[in-house]
């Protein structure tokens, strides 16, 4: 199985570029963020008719999720359930089992500025995650928590991290919140695959980043033990970075054993 976490920021401006992508790129199950559309706009006819099942969860204007998957979509839910959510209304967080594997597919909040009510509701935030995980699902079954998380695990993981001095992505508390979803029994994959590559999936469109390599490893895939012992690749999609009109996010692809 091959599996990819993808922020498209904006998918009907992105459409052109998705399409030529899955059609190339022999990919079984695509978790999507930033659609930045309704349930009602969502493409899922364009992608059924090469193969794709979906589920979409958005509000519209901003951010929203999407699973597409060639190999079944099933018991699907959105948000935490019963739990409160602090940035309620926000649909950031779409769920399907996929080929026998509960994906999970998130796009963290920002945090925009710290101090801020922002940044302090990212952090409530990822506290619901893990919460949410613990209620509903067991280290023990095959499970994949990926998506654009906004929050580099480590300095290497920035092009420079001296250049980030109080900025969200890269603080403390930010990094302590992975820090619990690996604790619950969560391994990330690309480290897991590759321990020495920058992994740099996010360059701003701003001042020429990605040509300068300045950038940030913040999409990522978490897997439980059933997962991470079929891993045997991961990879960054940088051609997806290039060309006319692209994201400024890559695609991150990982390859599972049969």
């Known amino acids: 199985m091959r599996f990819t976490t993808w922020n498209v920021a904006s998918l009907k401006a992105r459409m052109p570029r998705v399409e030529p992508w899955l059609a190339a790129a022999d990919c079984d199950v695509l978790c999507v963020q930033e659609t930045k559309m309704t349930d009602e706009a969502f493409p899922a006819d364009a992608f059924a008719a090469m193969g794709y099942e979906s589920v979409h969860h958005g509000e519209g204007r901003w951010n929203g999720v999407a699973i597409l998957s060639r190999v ?7 948000g935490f359930g019963g739990l409160e959510d602090p940035y309620e ?6 769920s399907a089992v996929c080929g026998g594997i509960r994906f999970i597919d998130v796009y963290v909040p920002n945090g925009r500025e710290v101090p801020s009510e922002f940044y302090d509701r990212k952090l409530v935030w990822f506290e619901r995650l893990a919460e949410y995980l613990d ?6 079954e095959p499970l994949v928590l990926l998506g654009d998380f906004n929050v580099a695990p480590e300095d290497r993981d920035v092009w420079d991290i001296t250049r980030f001095t109080l900025s969200t992505h890269v603080t403390g508390p930010e990094r302590d919140a992975l820090a619990t979803l690996r604790d619950w029994g969560l391994t990330d994959a690309f480290r897991a695959v590759d ?22 490893r913040i999409d990522l895939a978490y897997v439980t033990a059933p997962v991470a012992e079929r891993l045997t690749g991961a990879r960054v999609d940088r051609d997806a970075r290039k060309g006319e ?3 400024d996010h890559a695609p991150v692809i990982f390859d599972l054993t049969d």
């Open 72 to 78: 079944g979509v099933e018991a699907t839910t959105h």
């Open 89 to 94: 209304g926000d649909a950031r967080l779409v």
């Open 135 to 140: 209620a509903n699902h067991s280290p023990d």
């Open 195 to 216: 321990g020495e590559a920058d992994g740099f999936s996010f360059w701003d469109y701003r001042g020429g980043d990605f040509h300068q390599g300045r950038g940030m």
């Open 245 to 247: 009109k692209p994201s």
